[in-house]
């Protein structure tokens, strides 16, 4: 999938040494690392270049798997309010790995999403997932109307 982040005006302000971001969505600011710079620029994509609404994009959701809570990078709702696509975010440096597609694969156990992308902020993937199939297709590119 061919993506390129528009420079974004982002908010950045530093305490004792450490940087922090603005997150629009959560609406404040958060340590700035590498995995967080490849969130931030996809919350930016998805609201600026896709026109998703912000009011259906939730960062670092909340989710039960197996007993155990996990943290979807960002989860984006359609119009009825169920989840729509799920982003997994890694730094930069982290290849994309059959790993993250498990990683994800299990996060959508739980939210029954039709579209998952991984991304280090270089590499991206998107895939539809045809749950009553049990199959998957690579996309070219993210859907570009919510449902």
């Known amino acids: 999938m061919k993506i390129t982040f528009d420079k974004y005006d ?17 609406k404040k600011f958060v340590a700035l690392a590498p995995e ?6 996809w919350i930016h ?14 960062a670092e959701m909340k989710i039960k798997l197996n ?26 440096e982290i290849k994309i790995t059959q790993k993250t597609f498990d990683q994800i694969a299990r996060y959508n156990l739980t939210l029954n999403v039709k579209y998952l992308v991984v991304s280090n902020g270089n590499k ?4 539809a997932i045809d749950a009553v199939e049990m199959k998957y297709e690579f996309l070219d590119e993210l859907p570009s109307i919510l449902n």
């Not at 982002?10 to 603005?22: A, M, P, T």
């Not at 967080?36 to 620029?41: D, G, P």
């Not at 984006?76 to 989840?83: A, C, E, I, Q, T």
């Not at 991206?124 to 895939?127: I, L, N």
């Open 67 to 92: 007993g155990l809570t996990k943290r979807c990078d960002l989860v984006v709702f359609d119009k009825s309010g169920n989840p729509f696509l799920i982003v997994e975010c890694k730094a930069p």
């Open 124 to 127: 991206h993937f998107c895939c």
């Open 45 to 58: 994509y998805l609201i600026h270049h896709q026109k998703y609404p912000r009011s259906r994009i939730a």
């Open 36 to 41: 967080e710079w490849v969130r931030q620029h």
């Open 10 to 26: 982002f908010r950045i302000k530093e305490v004792e040494d450490q940087k922090f971001i603005f997150d629009v969505i959560r």
